[in-house]
């Protein structure tokens, strides 16, 4: 445990900083967590450039909507994942899902929030923000028009949690009220309102993105990745080691 707060906080002990957190970080294998990706290719790349030899790497969900290059995202972390990579779903790959199942209802929210920039990358142009009925219909079919085999089937399989000893690695949240075998999908994927404010009480360990920090964070046993890549240009990844972890940003 010292490594890790050694690393981010001098040589404060673990009750300095979280009085009400009673845990110990023990990871099954060593990993390489990155953070939303929101369609920024580039980053990626850097950042896997910089990924420590012998991790498992891992994505906490967002790979689209918003940035310019989410086709190309989505492309490249399958690939990854075909390789031994794994991913979550986040809450921008649930919105895009429900747009595909329900167009009329979903597309709008989906495309105020970065569906537009999604929908560019994958060649279709031309669609309104404010589209809907038939334009929206033809979106859908286009999409899955260009959209490789599979790639739909793949997304809709993607987890909403992953374990490694204790630490879970979650798109958004998970509950401080339950454990987290028993957490609702929409807490991991949309957030919850006890989230980080209330300590655990079980020793578990949570790391997610979804929530924009200026820099990779630990609170309460919470460790939160998502540096607003798309926006700022800082995409980070958290390396988890035995009881240790090291923020590395591209």
């Known amino acids: 445990m010292m490594g890790i707060l050694s690393k981010l906080f001098g040589k404060k002990t673990a009750e300095e900083n979280w009085p009400d957190f009673a845990g110990a970080l ?10 939303d990706l929101h369609g ?17 790497l891992v994505f906490v969900g967002d790979l689209i909507d918003r940035g310019e290059q989410s086709a190309e995202v989505l492309h490249r972390v399958a690939q990854l994942c075909d390789e031994g990579a794994q991913c979550l779903m986040g809450n921008h790959e649930r919105m895009m899902l429900d747009f595909l199942d329900d167009p009329s209802e979903k597309g709008p929210r989906w495309l105020r929030y970065g569906g537009l920039q999604t929908l560019n990358s994958f060649g279709l142009r031309g669609v309104s923000e404010r589209a809907s009925g038939l334009e929206l219909i033809e ?43 028993t957490q609702k999908e929409s807490a991991l994927l949309w957030g919850h309102p006890q989230f980080i404010k209330k300590p655990r009480q079980d020793g578990q360990f949570v790391v997610h ?6 820099q990779a964070k630990i609170e309460q046993g919470c460790i939160s990745i998502d540096t607003g ?10 390396h988890f080691y035995a009881d240790q972890v090291e923020f590395i940003t591209a």
């Not at 023990?26 to 953070?35: A, K, T």
């Not at 890549?229 to 958290?238: H, I, K, P, R």
Request: charged letters at 15%; zero cysteines; proline letters at 8%.
């Open 26 to 35: 023990s990871v099954s294998r060593p990993l390489f967590v990155v953070g």
């Open 139 to 181: 979106a859908v079919q286009g999409l899955r028009d260009k959209m490789p085999n599979g790639m739909e089937a793949w997304l809709r399989a993607l987890p909403h949690q992953l374990s490694f000893g204790n630490l879970h690695v979650v798109h958004a949240a998970a509950s401080p009220n339950h454990p987290m075998e």
């Open 229 to 238: 890549g798309y926006a700022t240009g800082n995409l980070t990844g958290a």
């Open 40 to 56: 920024r290719l580039d980053l990626l790349e850097r950042l896997l450039s910089k990924q420590p030899a012998g991790t498992h």
């Open 209 to 214: 993105g979804h929530v924009i920090v200026p």
